[in-house]
């Protein structure tokens, strides 16, 4: 197993989608294991990036306030990263579908614009980039591993797997270092819980902590897989530090497929409060509905170690306790940028 | 099999890629067949499209010179027309990975332009998009049918398997009937020749043609599988008239695999001129070489009734006797718009 504070230990790394839910868990940790973090974001209202995620850490990274897509700013930021850790992205299938044009360049166009600056400015940075299971779409067998069709079921997942296969020919043609990390359904603090555009798992906890109800499509039975966020930041941290994941993608899910239905009646009983409400499915959620999914992460734990250490309850336990604290934090758009008292 | 005479009497159609190499072929089977012809293209310099490729057939299509990339031009272009042949695009592997943002454009974002054209404006069309062999990158196993991984090896393979699972999404969402032909290596009158960034068959024969020397990579004993491009045309004829290959991706490739050893020996042997230069393979094609592929089209032939009809010495005579006569205009960049005398 990689040995992660020596090898992050004054590090330069940079992180993409920074001010995020996953960034920036994976920022905390970086602070953590003493690298030199430089956190990019756009801030982009609705996309989940807001500054009070690094409440207590501002002062031990550098945060700068730019868009992925702009050419001459990526060749000026990664001059000097040595891991970059790519997780900038419009995340909702929803508005991919309303506006495939701003998916298509955030998530597809962007990944070509840091990459082209790594191979003109930085050839010998190592890129991670955050992949996602919804390339696999509909799947013909369960786990999915990753000899798995792609057959992507949005406009978000085409976009998303443009983008990761870059990252795959730019390894093996230029040589500048890659990997993409196909993450299930990632929870905990600091996920965006606004609006119900980029999942259901935030979405769900929100109405379980207002006592509200939650609605579940048809009978709730579809499974899924869930990887609790500082489980998604180990699995970064590993890929960032091995040479073995290089021009590779990988699976990173949990190990405790369950459903729907349970899921809630689990936070349900969890938070003490809020319902599930079963209705029909809404037409146009059904026709690109996949039913059952979850991972086979045999190929990255191999790989790295890697392995889930969070389990469902632990985990679902510490995102309410998170949200029952600072909800408030993120139903407000305009989040004040300074952090709260610890 | 589809009655394509019945089905395309007085149908209106549009191809986009026009006047290039399988555009115009199409668009001579669609004329005889009593279509409603649109050609829509852009010139754009070695590209492929040529207005002498529409020689002959120039007073019974309509020519409009526009850019895929332009949501307007196409928002109009769309709105009459029953079926959409996709074929405008960007083809050079090389040209790709010098300035993949180029390729982006073309082959990826612009399919979204059209579909959305599609979507918003004619809902009713059926589009056949031009897919690539390419997309499956160094190959598993042989041959190679739909079930096999994508895994681009180029930034052209990739923005080509992006564009055309926007289709598959458009399909099976919007309802915009789409499918997607791969095509392996397609060949035959009209294609171009001038330079040797699109693929090495075009420029095989005109170097033997021109009794110049056909340099060979390695021992020259990858295969390859080839489509005559009447064959091709065929197969975007019975796709656009068929009900089965909406939402579908098939393979369309010859039944006749042969080295690339093999192939040139016949061209030049066929010709009576030219000859075989065996010599080491250069690094940067090295690294993106595929080695043999060729590929199973057993899935297009059951749905549609698709064979190839011409097979490699009768189509490659067919080739060399056609650029026998016109390889100067396929040399001259300024050629006129004028068709000679037939």
Redesign the interface.
Known sequence: MTDLAAFYRGRRVMVTGGLGFIGSNLARRLVDLGADVLLVDSLIPDYGGHLFNIAGIEDRVRVNIADVRQQSTMDYLVRDREVVFSLAGQVSHIDS?RD??TD?EIN??SQ?TIL?ACRRFNARAKVVYAGTRQVYGKPDYLPVDE?H???????N???K??GE??H??YN??FGVRGCSLRLTNVYGPRQLVRHNRQGFIGWFIRLVIEDREVEIFGDGSQMRDFVYVDDAAEAFLLAGASEATNGEVFNVGGDEPVSHRDLVAMLVEMAGSGRIRFVEWPA?KK??DIGSFYSDSSKFRAATGWQPRVGLREGFGRTLAYYREHLARYLDETAPATAPPQ
């Open positions: 579908m495939p044009f298509l597809c166009r070509l082209e000899r069709l792609v057959r992507p079921t949005d406009v997942g085409i976009n797997v443009a296969y870059y795959l020919v093996n043609v146009e026709a690109i």
